[in-house]
């Protein structure tokens, strides 16, 4: 894992984002808005009058995303966007790419972009079972898709990559205090350890393609119109971390923290998954594996964006002794939940 490029987007100036949709025939009146993204940049574009893609007499509003160069390859990049499509064209609200001039994909200035439609929403309302079980039935369908085919080029969620890998990145780097680097090396050690055993646990699991980054904030819910003939609902957006993994990622961060309220939960999703798309039991034994790798991989996540502006003022507390502490102890945690029975569904 090599180290990220300090200021990637030091580039990106509004001048540049426009010069890049007007490159591909989008003409933007001016106003942008950046949208919360750190990992890559992402804005509300207003189009001028009939310049867009929605054929109305009124703006046209898109949103456009500029890839963090060098994380993804073209072609990972075309997978998930031809992954998105495919939801798409079966009627599975996942917001995709816009072919323009005949491709999804773009280049400008140095920067690699896409163009999405803009999606409006709240965030869904997960303490409800019936809106859970509206979204089990569209993960179920996304999932019935994703296990048609293999992903070849996207990377796996696996342990390595998640786990021994970030731990082993922020040990070799200045980011952990030492009076605590020996403590948490320990700790994430032992911490592994009961992610190996849990997966152990659940035996073969089958592997399908994934949304990869399944929580609230990237399902935006909206009502039904009728003057447009909107049926209202999920909407899932940012495939951008679809790879190939358990289907259980995709439902666990769904899920409250106490058990049986997540137990509860986890019926009300399946209810609608099942609708769909079988789901295998023993992969439950990796829902707190996959917690303990996502924690593991936040942390190193952090630590290797650090050079990028964007990330220091967003995250001042990343690096400091308590945030080490919090740490150590959230996988300690970690520890004693995988050692207990999965869920019950």
């Known amino acids: 894992m090599a180290s990220d490029r ?6 990106l100036t509004p001048d540049v984002v426009l010069d890049a949709l007007e490159s591909i025939g989008l003409r933007g009146d001016g106003r942008l808005l950046a949208l919360n993204s750190y990992e890559n940049r992402v804005y509300q574009v207003n189009l001028e009058e009939g310049d867009g893609t929605g054929g109305s007499s009124s703006p046209d509003v898109l949103v456009a995303k500029f890839y963090r160069p060098a994380r993804w390859s073209d072609t990972q990049i075309l997978e998930e966007h031809a992954f998105a499509l495919e939801l798409a064209e079966r009627e599975i609200p996942v917001v995709a790419p816009l072919g323009l001039q ?5 280049s400008f200035g140095g920067f690699r972009f896409a163009a999405y439609p803009r999606c409006g929403g ?5 303490e ?6 509206w979204i089990g039935r569209f993960l179920g369908r996304i999932h019935a898709l994703g296990a048609a085919a293999p992903f070849r080029a996207r990377p796996a969620l696996d342990i390595a990559a998640f786990g021994t890998g ?9 980011f952990l205090p030492p009076d605590l680097k020996a403590v948490w090396a320990s700790v994430a050690d032992q911490a592994l350890e009961g992610v190996r055993a849990a997966w152990q646990r659940g035996g073969e699991v089958r592997v399908i393609r994934l949304h990869g980054d399944c929580h609230a904030g990237n399902i935006l819910w909206t009502e039904p119109n009728e003057r447009v003939g909107a049926l209202g609902g999920p909407h899932f957006v940012d495939l951008d971390d679809a790879r190939t993994g358990p289907a259980v990622q ?4 769904l899920l409250p923290g106490e058990r049986a309220a997540a137990e509860r939960s986890l019926r ?5 998954y099942e609708q769909f798309h079988e789901f295998e039991r023993r992969e439950l034994h990796l829902l707190e594996p996959l917690r303990t790798l996502r924690l593991l991989h936040y942390a190193y996540w952090l630590a290797h964006r650090w050079g990028d502006p964007a990330f220091p003022a967003a995250f001042p507390w990343f690096g400091t002794q308590r945030y080490w502490q919090d740490r150590i102890l959230e996988l300690r945690e970690q520890i004693a939940a995988m ?6 569904c």
């Open 6 to 11: 300090s200021r990637p987007y030091e580039g």
């Open 102 to 106: 005949g491709r999804t994909l773009h």
């Open 122 to 126: 709240r965030a869904p309302e997960l």
């Open 128 to 133: 409800n079972e019936g809106v859970l079980e």
């Open 166 to 174: 970030p731990r082993d990145w922020l040990l070799a780097h200045d």
């Open 250 to 253: 995709d439902l666990w961060m």
């Open 268 to 272: 009300a999703l399946l209810r609608g």
């Open 339 to 344: 050692q207990e029975p999965p869920l019950a």
